[in-house]
């Protein structure tokens, strides 16, 4: 079965033009930064049918005659064709928002030869727009949408609610076309990760090529703001949610979590070939952190901070270096940790921070790049 790019054309493939957003003449041309470059690689290495989506509002009316239209249009599928990029298909609504027609995005109506067809493999093919629509075109479609989003603040509470309603179907969020074509030749490095003891049950979502987003519940604030930390500094989307027996007291809990997301980082990354593999970092105000990480297969933990007080929040300051300990273990890292300071909380969240940004770095993928970090030949 055949998988399909279906592009928005404005705001994506060439720039948007307000205040009239109808690219009507030349001098309101111009195309996406490195789309050619990143487009010709995806027609060239990928087996996707490209297919052009646009609504054009008024198109072939006295306010957007076709004769403004087409010049340019026309333009643009040849300045493609030269770079090696064909287009399969053009599917343009020219209807007006009010009209709430059946083939205006996101409706399908435009689309229908591509649903219900056996010869397409909708599931695994993607929208790629710069619109809240074009999600949920993507929605209706049945398919995942990559989202070239040059304004996360868009539209107010409205969007910002409908993007909350749309996060499974956002594969990606991005500015740029490089990301898209490494996206979708590396794939994300997203996981679901359940462990579940007597004392502890543990739910695990991690997108470590994800944008920082956080959904943190352990039952222990302190616990989850460090936890967050991961997630915004580290740029990888991170949930947990933890049920764990504090009735008890914090250990289980802590050591569990961080068992079960180190578990979830091996899984997520199975597959090292093109990634850095090592990372570290110094940051934070009086506290000096340094982290080391090597995700190279095998758990290790060195551990040089103190702490004078017994809790920082609820969280027992002992139980730092378990959760750490428990994290190597589990993702089978080496782990070096160290860090001076007066403030104790100023030191820990330090050390998560830095923790963070030393897995950025060893994650990072170069997906021109199938060299495989470690002159064993495996990790």
């Not at 930064?33 to 087996?47: L, N, Q």
């Not at 764990?244 to 980082?265: K, P, V, W």
Request: hydrophobic share 40%; aromatic share 12%.
């Amino acid at each position: 079965m055949k998988k399909v790019l279906f592009i928005d054309r404005d705001g994506t493939l060439i720039k948007e033009a307000p205040p009239t957003y109808q690219i009507d003449s030349f001098n309101k041309l111009e195309f996406y930064p490195h789309v050619f470059e990143y487009m010709r690689r995806i027609a060239t290495e990928f087996d996707y049918e490209l297919v052009m989506v646009s609504n054009q509002d008024g198109l072939g009316t006295s306010s957007f005659p076709e004769d403004t239209f087409y010049p340019v249009q026309h333009f643009v599928v040849k300045s493609f064709e030269n770079e090696g990029v064909r287009f399969a298909d053009f599917y343009f609504d020219r209807t007006f928002a009010i009209d709430n027609a059946p083939t205006r995005k996101p409706n399908t109506g435009m689309l229908t030869p591509y649903l219900n067809n056996e010869a397409y493999d909708i599931a695994n093919s993607y929208v790629i727009g710069d619109r809240i629509t074009d999600v949920q075109l993507a929605k209706n479609l049945g398919c995942k949408a990559i989202w070239l989003n040059n304004d996360p603040d868009l539209g107010g509470a409205e969007i910002q609610d409908s993007r909350k309603e749309l996060d499974n179907v956002i594969a990606l969020e991005t500015q740029q076309w490089q990301a898209i074509y490494e996206y979708l030749k590396l794939g994300n490095r997203a996981v679901e990760h359940v462990r579940n003891t007597n004392e502890t049950k543990i739910t695990i979502r991690l997108n470590i090529d994800g944008s920082g987003k956080a959904d943190i519940h352990t039952g222990l604030g302190f616990f989850d703001h460090m936890l967050e930390q991961i997630a915004r500094h580290g740029k990888m989307d991170v949930s947990v949610h933890t049920s764990g027996d504090l009735h008890i007291d914090e250990h289980h809990t802590i050591e569990d979590t961080g068992i079960a997301l180190g578990e979830a980082f091996a899984k997520a990354l199975a597959n090292k070939v093109g990634m850095e593999r090592y990372g570290f970092a110094l940051p934070m105000d009086e506290a000096e952190a340094k982290v080391l990480i090597d995700f190279g297969g095998r758990n290790w933990i060195v551990w040089n901070a103190d702490f004078k007080r017994e809790k920082v929040g609820e969280m027992p300051t002992e139980m730092f270096f378990h959760f750490f300990k428990s994290f190597s273990d589990a993702a089978k890292c080496n782990l070096n940790i160290e860090c001076k300071g007066a403030n104790e909380h100023h030191k820990i969240e330090a050390i998560f921070k830095a923790f963070a940004k030393a897995i950025r770095m060893a994650v990072k993928r170069d997906p021109l790049s199938n060299y495989l970090p470690s002159t064993k030949g495996v990790l």
